[in-house]
């Protein structure tokens, strides 16, 4: 367990410099030279800026590049079980081609699961409380809930109301499909554990 939270502080630190990262490589695609980033703080923008869809387009850039290395992490769980049966059923034993037991199978799986969940809470879920809680505070801090409103002249608490569920359907899909990979992945390790 000891293992698993190191694991999962260092995949949140590669990650917040991925949504950084991110962030950064999309504000400069679409012309913008204005910017700041900091640790502590998002790309700024002007807030008259002609284009707030570009606006728009760098705040989310940052939770859509983490979800995909959630997303290939998800995918690559549940591969290992499918690629592990086809290997053991060529080999006969429980030993895939990389000499792997079932319980290095189970092991490396909780790798990619703590890379999964670490993005999901560093980002939306991490987001989702920047988004509600700082900007209800009235702190000073420009979310993209602030670039939607310029962008779609929509009010405030609808686009909350917006927000929140996508995040509450993004969450159910989320947690379903990684179960859905550490299912496959367990049985297909426990399965291995078992062949003669």
Same mark, same amino acid.
């Given at each position: 367990?000891?293992?698993?939270? %190191?694991?999962?502080? *260092? !995949?949140? @630190? ?13 504000? &400069? ?23 707030? =869809?570009?606006? %728009? ?8 590049? /983490?979800?995909?290395? @959630? =997303? ?6 549940? @591969? ?5 049966? *086809? ?8 030993? *895939? ?16 699961? /703590?890379?999964?969940?670490?993005? !999901? ?7 989702? !409380? %920047?988004?509600?809680? =700082? ?16 962008? /779609? ?13 996508? !995040? *509450? ?5 989320? =947690? %379903? @499909?990684?179960? &859905?990979? &550490? ?14």
């Amino acid at each position: 367990m000891g293992r698993i939270a %190191v694991l999962a502080v *260092g !995949f949140g @630190a590669l990650l917040y410099g991925v949504h950084r990262l991110a962030m950064v490589v999309v504000a &400069w695609l679409i012309g913008n030279e204005d910017m700041i980033v900091g640790l502590d703080c998002c790309v700024d923008y002007h807030r008259d800026a002609p284009d707030p =869809w570009g606006n %728009v387009l760098v705040a989310v850039s940052g939770v859509v590049a /983490t979800q995909v290395v @959630a =997303w290939t992490a998800i995918g690559l769980l549940a @591969a290992r079980s499918r690629s592990g049966r *086809g290997r053991r059923d060529r080999a006969g034993s429980d030993q *895939g081609s990389r000499g792997q037991s079932g319980g290095d199978r189970v092991g490396r799986g909780r790798v990619l699961v /703590t890379v999964a969940v670490t993005a !999901f809470v560093v980002s939306p879920l991490l987001q989702l !409380f %920047v988004y509600v809680i =700082w900007h209800w505070a009235e702190r000073d801090y420009v979310a993209v809930i602030d670039y939607a409103m310029d962008a /779609t002249g929509l009010p405030e608490q609808a686009l909350m109301v917006l927000l929140l569920g996508m !995040f *509450g359907g993004y969450a159910v899909v989320f =947690w %379903v @499909a990684l179960r &859905w990979a &550490w299912d496959r992945a367990h049985a297909s390790a426990q399965l291995a554990g078992r062949t003669p």
